[in-house]
Nanobody
Framework: VQLQASGGGLVQAGGSLRLSCTAS????????MGWFRQAPGKEREFVAA????????RYADSAKDRFTISRDNAKNTVYLQMNSLKPEDTADYYC????????????????WGQGTQVTVSS
């Protein structure tokens, strides 16, 4: 599966952005989807993940109560709605897919999209 992330940009602190990740190929609904981010000079970190049909989700503590992950399997797309953005949310955001686990571990994801840059100004 090939993944294409979009929706990043520059936003002021307190603002919102919605990231999208569209998958090519069939059987999108078979994949657990995740969002990760990487800030300059830092390691890639987990943000959120969603199960095959969207019934289960996981969030990093930094994302709870501010970010919402969702998916539309008919559109082969997973979303990350980000509200109340903070300067520390500034990073490249990546979507990823795996067939097995609703996991926070990036090594367990098999497919990755290119990053979409999010910059939050103070």
């Amino acid at each position: 599966v090939q993944l294409q992330a979009s929706g990043g940009g520059l936003v002021q602190a307190g603002g919102s952005l919605r990231l999208s990740c569209t998958a090519s190929g069939r059987a999108f609904g078979n994949y657990v989807m995740g969002w990760f981010r990487q800030a300059p000079g830092k390691e890639r970190e987990f943000v959120a993940a969603i199960s095959w049909l969207g019934g289960s989700t996981r969030y990093a503590d930094s994302a709870k109560d501010r970010f919402t992950i969702s998916r539309d399997n008919a559109k082969n797309t997973v979303y990350l709605q980000m509200n109340s953005l903070k300067p520390e949310d500034t990073a490249d955001y990546y979507c990823a897919a795996n067939l097995d686990l609703l996991t926070t571990t990036h090594d367990l994801y098999d497919y990755w999209g290119q990053g979409t840059q999010v910059t939050v100004s103070s």
